[in-house]
């Protein structure tokens, strides 16, 4: 069964609207359906993360499987059905977002139960579809005016650069990646470049974007870009930060990063096992 809609938000921002858990606990209050994050709440969901969803005496849990740029994944760990993947899948249309749900599911009763999926399951699914492209349509719309931050994703050799924060006290010995604040005036491939300048004293090219927004507390939005180093031997140097270190894809989950950027990891992960797979790095050769 499938189901879309148009949201007037980048495909980033739809992204991270789409893995909040905010969409998941309020989007179906509507229907009578109680949803509940098993992990951590008011966060982005990231693949692993369990979801329980109660409707009268029933309670169905699914587990998300994927959470990336261009949509999210989950299927049933548990519940009053054989089967169920639900995916949506985001396109950018212009300054638009195309969000397209489908969701696949079979009954455990049989032919009796394909006659109940007609007559029950497929309005309460088209019902559930729409309540949630609403809930996913007022986040998104309501951050699209955000500042942003931007955050860059530099590999080389099948590492990934990072920086140790050296302030404010609550976040020093933090790691996070190179980036700040758009300025006015400015876009963001150019905040890349100027804040790898003023960060690392180096040059960088940005060469695309990464995984979904992330909302900050302070009421920015972090967003993922790629860039290489236009000198590969060129080492970046700690400016500002405590240090800055190249961290292998085995070596990501071990650093102390800001709360913010560990619902990047596995996206920066999958960035670094494709750039090994593909025998080289992002730094110009
Ligand atoms: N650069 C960067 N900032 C991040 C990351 N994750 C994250 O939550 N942030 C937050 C920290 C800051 O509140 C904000 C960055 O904005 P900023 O660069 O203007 O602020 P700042 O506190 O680092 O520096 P400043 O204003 O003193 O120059 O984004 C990240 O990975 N990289």
């Known amino acids: 069964m499938r189901s879309t809609g148009l949201i007037e938000a980048p495909l980033a921002t739809v992204g991270a609207a789409l893995r909040h858990t905010r969409t998941a606990e309020t989007g179906l209050a509507a229907l009578g359906i109680r949803g509940r994050s098993l992990t951590s709440p008011d966060s982005l969901l990231v693949p692993g993360d369990e979801l329980a969803f109660r409707l009268s005496a029933f309670t169905l849990t699914t587990r998300i499987v994927r959470a990336d740029a261009d949509g999210l994944s989950s299927v049933l760990v548990a ?3 054989a089967q169920l993947r639900h995916e949506t899948v985001l396109a950018q249309v212009g300054p638009r977002t195309l969000l397209t749900d489908s969701v696949r599911w079979t009954s455990p009763f049989g032919p009796l139960g394909r006659l109940g999926d007609v007559a029950v399951g497929r309005r309460l699914v088209l019902d559930v579809l729409a309540a949630r492209i609403h809930a996913v349509r007022e986040l998104a719309e309501s951050w699209a005016a955000r500042t942003i ?7 080389h050799e099948g590492r990934l650069l990072a920086q140790q924060r050296s302030y404010p006290a609550s976040h ?3 790691w996070e990646l190179p980036g700040g604040r758009v300025e006015p005036g400015e876009d963001e491939s150019e905040a890349v470049v100027r804040e790898c ?3 690392l004293d180096v040059e960088v090219r940005p060469t695309g974007r990464l995984g979904t927004d992330v909302p900050l507390d302070n ?5 993922i870009h790629t860039a290489e180093l236009k000198d590969p031997a060129q080492q970046p140097a700690a400016v500002e930060h405590r240090e800055v270190r190249w961290v292998s894809a085995a070596e990501l989950p071990s650093l102390d990063w800001l709360e913010t950027d560990r619902v990047l990891l596995h996206t920066l992960r999958e960035l670094l096992e494709d750039s090994r797979l593909q025998g080289r790095s992002t730094t110009a050769e």
Request: aromatic share 0%.
């Open 79 to 81: 519940g009053p059905l």
């Open 149 to 155: 931050v931007v955050g860059t994703a530099i590999v």
């Open 172 to 174: 020093a010995g933090q």
């Open 197 to 199: 300048r003023e960060e």
């Open 219 to 223: 009421g920015m939005l972090l967003r």
